[in-house]
């Protein structure tokens, strides 16, 4: 073969690959890697409406925390299994899982590990959650722990696993799509992980303030997707945090929110303020992202009174990017069509 033709079958090649919406290639010891056009190629993402109603769980359980406060992992999954059967109506954790996800999905489970370990998603959550999606048929290889930084994920208690058997984990770090992607005010260069690599996503933040958006829940954790995130923090984050949202590859793949709510902090975040987070022991799960934002800012919002401190509106921290992201489309932000079950 010489060079000329070689070169013209390879941009014919390159041609193809880029025109097709996925093809399966095998990284990372048997993770399954694909193209995307930014569409999940599973089952389509519920809208998390159910019966009229968006669905938002509230799972307790004190003996979540085991005494040295390590998470106590089958009190953990009763908690997950729980709160899913009530979200999705189904009758067995099985099938409960089985209805979001399918064994030929890549999960990306999204974390929240910016704030440092004592206020981080407790790695022992996703355990959970994983163990859960293992009983959907997905193989380990092809679940992903994620978030913005490596180190932060390892700092936080994961174990980074990029290659070989088992669940992967590990942050985009400089892994970013070489062009942005424009959705609404954002403009953005998305993860790899996100853009190219997950069919599914499981959105687990923590419950948590933030002392510019308001609170840092479900919507405010994809800031982890996304190369400059320094630049849309202006106007309590609005509208930017609702725009990113609804782009494809966070709107069209997201499955499921599992909050973590063992820690509840009320003020001084993103950062952890022990003098203001409070043993909570409880877990939020939805389909809408929206919904659970709104439940998870009205719990704030109450111990902030509970503990005398005015509300994030008369603070000038509102979060107005819940209702704006409700104007989107992404859910609803209104209280009388969200059936707010607390178990």
Not at 107 to 130: D, E, F, M, R, S
Not at 194 to 204: E, R
Request: hydrophobic share 35%; glycine share 10%; with cysteine.
């Amino acid at each position: 073969m010489n060079r000329r033709f070689f070169l013209k079958c390879l941009t014919i090649l390159i041609t193809y690959l880029v025109g097709v919406i996925s093809f399966p290639l095998k990284l990372w010891g048997g993770l399954t890697y694909k193209l995307s056009d930014g569409k999940s190629s599973g089952k389509n993402p519920p809208s998390g409406i159910i019966g009229g109603k968006s669905k938002v769980v509230l799972v307790r359980n004190r003996a979540v925390l085991a005494s040295n406060k390590d998470i106590n992992l089958s009190v953990a999954s009763e908690m997950v299994n729980s709160g899913l059967l009530h979200l999705t109506g189904e009758s067995l954790p099985d099938r409960a899982w089985r209805s979001l996800f399918n064994p030929g999905d890549i999960v990306g489970i999204k974390v929240n590990c910016l704030g440092g370990k004592q206020i981080a998603t407790n790695p022992g959550i996703v355990k959970a959650v994983i163990s859960g999606l293992k009983n959907a048929g997905v193989k380990e290889e092809n679940i992903i722990v994620w978030d913005r930084l490596t180190r932060e994920l390892k700092s936080s208690g994961y174990t980074i696993n990029k290659s070989g058997r088992g669940v992967k984990c590990f942050g985009t770090d400089t892994s970013y799509d070489l062009y942005p992607e424009i959705v609404g005010s954002i403009g953005s260069c998305f993860s790899t992980i996100i853009s190219s690599f997950c069919t599914a996503l499981i959105n687990i933040p923590v419950l948590k303030d933030h002392d510019l958006a308001g609170v840092s829940l479900s919507l405010k954790n994809f800031y982890g997707a996304i190369h400059n995130p320094n630049k849309y923090h202006d106007n309590n984050c609005d509208p930017y945090i609702a725009d990113l949202n609804t782009h494809p590859y966070i709107e069209d793949k997201l499955r499921l929110i599992v909050c973590d709510a063992i820690t509840l902090q009320y003020q001084g975040g993103p950062a952890y303020k022990p003098q203001w987070a409070l043993d909570y022991r409880s877990l939020l799960l939805s389909q809408d992202p929206v919904a659970i934002d709104r439940i998870g800012a009205r719990l704030i919002e109450e111990k902030r009174r509970e503990k005398g401190f005015p509300s994030l509106k008369q603070v000038g921290r509102e979060p107005i990017h819940i209702a704006t992201a409700a104007k989107r489309g992404l859910g609803t932000d209104n209280l009388d069509k969200i059936e707010f079950l607390n178990l």
